[in-house]
């Protein structure tokens, strides 16, 4: 075997292929990302709760999909950015946990997710249509206290939003530190500063909030490390952090700890 020929191949070989994941995994990241169900036109939503179903529709003519369940004598609002897969059939069932502390919650799809039309392609759309839909829907409305709550990868929308619109509190449920850092936890060895159109600084939007802060992250997290929220908390004194042992990603709401440190933060806004 001529293995000067051989080695030269194995020089060409490997770049190749490092080249072909890494374009592979740029042009399918969108899919990757956003994993939400459509729901047909005709779908009624079936809760325990009251609530209420609207449609906003922006500029370009992207429908956003919204459900709102309002609490007896609230006290004010939850606005809830949700996670990267399912919709808001799923996501809904959640609210029982801030009506029953007297808080109406807004939940609203991301684009492709639910009834929302439309498909995610940049991370400014996120963004845009967090901000669209809050200001869309006090136009009609008001309220003594608003509050956002961003999950998984609505941590950082929410976080972001505050930023742009403060609210009176900010909770955030197993966030990342940034985007592009939890990119590049799951495939460590790709560029992902190049290759990601999501970069979502989590930790540089919460940095100069004034309002109170509240996280969740579960210890045995399986998809955010737990190591993310534990940074995020030293960002600034403001912030309460709650590490819930034994914790996975979806199943914080279960733990007594959460229900209870959840209470307590609403009651004190």
């Known amino acids: 075997m001529n293995w000067l020929k051989f080695g030269g191949y194995i020089l060409i070989i490997i770049p190749t292929l490092?080249?072909?994941?890494?374009?592979?995994?740029?042009?399918?990241?969108?899919?990757?990302?956003?994993?939400?169900?459509?729901?047909?036109?005709t779908h009624k939503y079936n809760f325990n709760l009251p609530h209420e179903e609207f449609d906003l529709v922006n500029k370009?003519?992207?429908?956003?999909?919204?459900?709102?369940f309002k609490a007896p004598n609230s006290k004010g609002l939850v606005y809830y950015h949700h996670g990267n897969a399912g919709n808001i059939q799923g996501w809904g069932t959640l609210a029982a946990n801030f009506v029953k502390n007297k808080f109406d919650v807004?939940?609203?799809?991301?684009?492709?997710?639910?009834?929302?039309?439309?498909?995610?392609?940049?991370?400014?759309?996120?963004?845009?249509?967090?901000?669209?839909?809050?200001?869309?829907?006090?136009?009609?409305?008001?309220?003594?206290?608003?509050i956002y709550y961003g999950t998984s990868l609505?941590?950082?929308?929410?976080?972001?939003l505050?930023?742009?619109?403060?609210?009176?509190?900010?909770?955030?449920?197993?966030?990342?530190?940034?985007?592009?850092?939890?990119?590049?936890?799951?495939?460590?060895?790709?560029?992902?500063?190049?290759?990601?159109?999501?970069?979502?600084?989590?930790?540089?939007?919460?940095?100069?909030l004034e309002c109170p802060i509240l996280i969740f992250h579960g210890t045995d997290d399986e998809l955010v490390p737990y190591e993310n929220s534990v940074k995020l908390s030293k960002i600034t004194d403001r912030?309460?952090?709650?590490?819930i042992k034994g914790g996975v990603h979806n199943n914080l709401p279960d733990f007594k700890i959460y229900q209870e440190k959840l209470s307590v933060f609403l009651n004190d806004i």
């Open 18 to 41: 490092f080249v072909g994941v890494a374009l592979t995994l740029y042009l399918l990241q969108d899919y990757m990302i956003f994993l939400g169900e459509r729901l047909p036109e």
């Open 60 to 68: 370009n003519g992207v429908k956003i999909n919204c459900l709102l």
């Open 106 to 146: 807004l939940f609203y799809d991301y684009r492709g997710y639910g009834k929302s039309t439309g498909k995610i392609s940049a991370e400014s759309q996120l963004h845009s249509d967090a901000r669209f839909v809050l200001k869309e829907f006090l136009k009609s409305r008001s309220y003594a206290k608003i």
């Open 154 to 160: 609505g941590s950082g929308i929410a976080s972001a």
């Open 162 to 208: 505050a930023r742009k619109i403060p609210p009176d509190a900010l909770i955030l449920e197993t966030p990342y530190y940034s985007f592009l850092s939890l990119i590049h936890y799951h495939y460590p060895l790709m560029p992902a500063s190049l290759l990601s159109k999501y970069k979502i600084r989590t930790y540089r939007s919460i940095k100069n």
């Open 239 to 243: 912030i309460q952090f709650v590490g």
